[in-house]
């Protein structure tokens, strides 16, 4: 059924008057243009797509069906991209050809068919991960082959395209260590919990208010108290911690990470059978054995499925932490906002959705090699 | 041998599970620990393992206190089947099984072996159950493999916490034969707890009725039932203990020898006698069937007057006197016939030698 919604919106995004919007200059008004006016190679290419999905649908082969959906959406690109060399031969360098609606929304066709594909894949975690990588990489090869680089988008990118690799460092360095922190603090809690009825209720209580307060908020609450304890402690200051900047950013990012890390490990601890402990303790196991061979391969996958979605979680978070000095790619974000310029917006933003969607399916591919075989089942997916 | 000296287990002034216990466990024997829920069954087998640690006495094992021996290799050596089975979900039946034979670092090969050889001794396949994982197996499944890991590194004791309580009635009978007879050929000491008065019955060589922590009788299951002694064992194993000891009683010793007929001879043979129905049997000493004397017509060949057997008519040597009483009831006769596998004629067991018997029992 899902699967069939998303041909639906493929066919609709093909057939939309407005695949590609074309302007003269940066700022002038935007001109949209078909699929069909510029290849006609292209429109029946992804009408066939649109079929074999279907085929592929009805006869079962979803994964098959999953990568058609999901390599459609970079066919678009690659299209988009060859027609706007095209178009800037012929106008002139100021000429800005961007992704416009039809495009974008055969990006969503794409994710709605991969998302039918992986539902049905439930149990085959590998291939669920590899309908996420594959596209993504045949997309870095597009980006890659230069193929787009007329587009407004990667127009924006070489002009800042130092400046563009510091900030996703930088996004990454501040997201990665906010779940390595996360992880460092939420997994001795949630064992904690897991322990004693004392300390469940207030870390539980805290960790869920945390996550109801807004990011900014919450990055606005941190500027105050940071300040002043780098303003009265100097050796803060030559840290790098102030009021604003990374400092605050990590600080928020770290405590919204660690309800899911904390709840997971918490109850992949209740996961464990009491009878089994007891069993492995009665054959004779140290209690290091015990932890090795039965309590941790039954709790970690459990434990890392909460990490996945911390972190997937941290990739969008820290987009936000640009308002506060922090930098990463939401700084793209708040720029091209600023400017009204969307091809800058989205030179922040696409990369943040491709961040979170491999971080996402990395993960779960991770998870699907350290999932003892007879558990596959009992850990949920999301 | 296993030894409980003095042994008392509080776990505070209000709680106190075991109080000041001494018995002994026979070696080869299979000795069950019996009583309602909180008699302290439970935690006096767990005692032997170190599962739990006593505050007061001592347990010893061929005369070595359980205290002074290393923790790991005191439980390597002793098998544990709980209730809930307690297998590793996340391992195969395979390594379920190879946990202690891991643990003691054995040879893989040899692990291979022992764990197929285990798997036909519990009556599973080897080859269609060792790759299967736990949650694939049903409730007897589970429980016969729980029972090839608790005998994996041959330990000469096992202690077995209620393990066929989980599984249906039927499952749970069928496990309990087939359990005694891998106790018939292993001979292991085991410690059994359950509070199903039936299962001790039919497994126990020795039984300890426990209560409060405290052990009421101690005796064979024959004895228990024919001399309960207090009140609450007497009320604990049940209005219908007369027919409970009958099921611990095989039918060869209430059997008697009686007349019979040979099937291809003539009436002659049967002289004076004042019997009504008689066995007929063929010249190999097999049953044919029975023969009505009184109301026979002489005149026609023996053979004309055979009525033939029904097979659930007839009794093995191994049935029980409770089956042979069920079994008259059943078919409305007065005596059954016990007969060997071969067909070979026994003799036979009446409702009048039963109650003759049980009846002397209760003026003991």
């Known amino acids: 059924m899902m699967a069939i919604l998303g041909v639906a919106i493929m066919l609709l995004s093909i057939l939309l008057p407005g695949f590609l919007s074309v302007k003269e200059t940066r700022i002038s008004a935007a001109l949209p243009v078909s699929l069909a006016s510029f290849s006609v190679i292209g429109l029946v290419v992804l009408l066939a797509v649109s079929g074999v999905t279907i085929l592929l649908s009805f006869g079962g082969y979803y994964f098959l069906m999953g990568l058609a959906g999901g390599l459609a959406p970079v066919y678009g690109f690659f299209l988009a991209g060859s027609s706007a060399v095209q178009i800037a031969s012929e106008t002139g360098p100021f000429a800005r050809a961007s992704p416009s609606i039809g495009l974008w929304i055969l990006l969503l066709a794409g994710y709605v068919v991969v998302f039918a594909a992986r539902r049905k894949l439930k149990d085959k ?72 009825p004392k300390v469940e209720k207030p870390v539980f209580g805290v960790v869920n208010f945390i996550q109801t307060i807004p990011s900014i908020a919450l990055f606005g609450l941190l500027i105050a108290p940071l ?26 990012l770290v405590l919204y990470s660690l309800l899911p890390i904390v709840r997971n490990t918490y109850s992949s601890l209740k996961v464990i059978p009491a009878d089994t402990v007891e069993a492995a303790r009665a054959m ?99 | 041998m296993i ?16 109080r000041d216990i001494t018995f002994e466990i026979p070696s080869r024997e299979l000795t069950v620990l019996i009583g309602p829920s909180g008699c302290g069954k439970t935690t006096t087998l767990k005692m032997i393992n170190r599962i739990v640690k006593p505050s007061g006495g001592r347990i010893l094992i061929d005369g070595e206190d359980v205290k002074d021996m290393n923790v790991k290799s005191l439980r390597r050596g002793i098998g544990y089947v709980i209730q809930n089975v307690g297998l590793f979900p996340h391992m195969s039946v395979k390594d379920n099984i190879a946990t202690v034979p891991k643990l003691l670092k054995w040879e893989r090969s040899k692990i291979e072996r022992r764990v197929s050889e285990l798997l036909e001794l519990v009556g599973l396949e080897p080859k269609s159950y060792a790759n299967k ?46 359990f005694a007879r891998i106790q018939e050929e ?179």
């Open chain 1, 227 to 252: 300040s002043y304890l780098s303003r009265s402690l100097p050796f803060l200051r030559e840290l790098g911690i102030t009021g604003v900047g990374w400092a605050p950013a990590m600080i928020a």
């Open chain 2, 3 to 18: 030894r409980f000296e003095n042994v008392t287990k509080e776990y505070d002034e209000e709680t106190v599970a075991v």
């Open chain 2, 186 to 364: 292993l001979h292991k000491t085991i410690v059994f707890v359950t509070h199903d008065i039936d299962e001790a019955i039919r497994l126990a060589d020795r039984i300890a009725v426990m209560k409060a922590g405290r052990i009421l009788q101690l005796d064979t299951p024959e004895e228990i039932l024919a001399r309960p002694k207090e009140k609450f064992v007497h009320d604990f194993i049940g209005s219908d203990r007369a027919l409970k000891r009958l099921s611990r009683i095989p039918v060869m010793e209430y059997i008697e020898k009686c007349e019979t007929i040979e099937i291809d001879g003539g009436w002659d043979q049967l002289g004076m006698t004042k019997e009504e129905f008689i066995w007929a049997l063929d010249e190999d000493r097999k049953l044919v069937g029975w023969v009505d004397v009184s109301h026979s017509n002489r005149e026609l060949p023996l053979r004309e007057a055979l009525t033939e057997m029904l097979e659930e008519e007839i009794l093995s040597p191994d049935s029980t006197v409770k089956e042979a009483l069920s079994r008259m009831l059943e078919s409305g006769t007065v005596a059954l016939p016990v007969v060997e596998r071969s067909g070979r004629f026994l003799g036979q067991i009446s409702l009048s030698k039963i109650q003759e018997l049980t009846r002397s029992d209760r003026e003991e």
């Open chain 2, 133 to 178: 994982l736990p949650k694939e197996l049903s409730g007897g499944e589970a429980q016969r493999v729980g029972v090839a890991r608790a005998l994996a590194a041959d330990p000469p004791i096992i202690l077995m916490d209620e393990p066929f309580g989980a599984v249906d009635p039927l499952t749970r009978v069928r496990l309990q034969d087939e």
């Open chain 1, 284 to 382: 004779g196991m140290s209690r290091l054995q015990v932890l090795g061979k039965v309590e941790i391969p039954i709790s970690l996958p459990v434990v890392l499925a909460g990490v996945r979605t911390a972190a997937v979680q941290a990739v969008g978070n820290t987009t936000m932490a640009a308002l506060i000095g922090a930098g990463g790619l939401g700084v793209f974000v708040f720029q091209g906002l600023g400017q009204a310029a969307m091809d800058l917006v989205l030179l922040g933003a696409l990369p943040i959705v491709a961040l979170a969607l491999i971080v996402d399916s990395l993960m779960q591919l991770l998870i699907a090699i350290l999932t003892p075989r007879g558990l596959v089942s009992e850990v949920a997916d999301d």
């Open chain 1, 125 to 196: 975690r590998i291939l669920s991960s590899l309908l996420v990588l594959i596209p993504i990489a045949s997309f870095a090869v597009l980006l890659g082959s230069g193929t787009l680089r007329e587009l407004a988008i990667m127009k924006e990118y070489a002009n800042r395209s130092d400046r563009f690799l510091e900030e996703m460092a930088r996004h990454l360095l501040i997201a990665g260590g906010a779940v390595v922190a996360g992880v460092i603090i939420g997994v001795p809690l949630g064992v904690a919990a897991n322990r004693s």
